[in-house]
């Protein structure tokens, strides 16, 4: 665990905890760090929840899969990024979507049994710990509810405005950056790859942004 406590404790889950502390919480939830090779399913659908990970190193996805085999990408997930945090927090539920990582990953595992049950100390680090994990839970439903208001909108171009909007501080023309390459805003957006790159040179066209890459300008007419 040494090894990994750099990285650790840039986690939300212990913001605010020194390194003495992350050290004695980490044994006392019992916290296991998993490495994976490229692609494995961390999370299966249809499987219960009873424990919750940390991406400590790599990048993954979760999504959902249909009767005739289609994927839908429900969230993208990077470093820092929590996996099945609200699933745990269900108890008896059973997972509704798959999460799989890329590249050689390393997952730092939690049982939830062992977060929420009382430590026998009452110490401040762990009401900490159960506060930063509120947090997370709170976050994690806006990030949702923004992923949605993107997905609802009526046209391609709708959805690419509401994404962008999001990252913009509302200034015409001050340029931007996202956070997302094109095949991960087309998974994000669920559009096409070339779908999502034509739109985007049509808006351009059309003087409703500018872009290089991942930098982007709002402009007048948007």
Do not use: W
Request: with cysteine.
């Amino acid at each position: 665990m040494e090894q990994y406590i750099q990285t650790i404790k840039t986690a939300k889950l212990f913001d605010g905890l020194s390194q003495k502390d992350t050290y004695r919480l980490l044994a006392c939830l019992k916290a296991q760090p998993v490495e994976y090779a490229r692609d494995t399913v961390v999370v299966e659908e249809g499987c219960p929840v009873k424990k919750f990970g940390i991406l400590l190193r790599g990048r993954g996805r979760s999504y959902k899969t249909d009767s005739q085999g289609h994927t839908l990408t429900v969230t993208l997930l990077k470093e820092g990024s929590e996996i099945g945090v609200i699933l745990a927090a269900s108890p008896g539920r059973k997972s509704p979507v798959s999460v799989t990582v890329k590249q050689n990953s390393l997952v730092l595992f939690i049982p939830y049994d062992r977060l929420i049950n009382n430590c026998t100390r009452n110490c401040i680090c762990h009401r900490q710990l159960l506060k930063n994990f509120m947090g997370i839970v709170a976050e994690k439903g806006l990030v949702l509810h923004e992923r949605l208001d993107c997905l609802l909108r009526p046209t391609a171009r709708d959805k690419i405005l509401t994404y962008l909007k999001k990252f913009s501080d509302s200034q015409t023309g001050v340029p931007f950056t996202i956070p997302l390459d094109r095949n991960a805003m087309a998974e994000y957006l669920n559009m096409d790859r070339s779908a999502l790159s034509r739109e985007l040179s049509c808006m351009k066209t059309d003087g409703i942004i500018d872009f290089y890459k991942s930098t982007f300008r709002l402009l007048n007419r948007c």
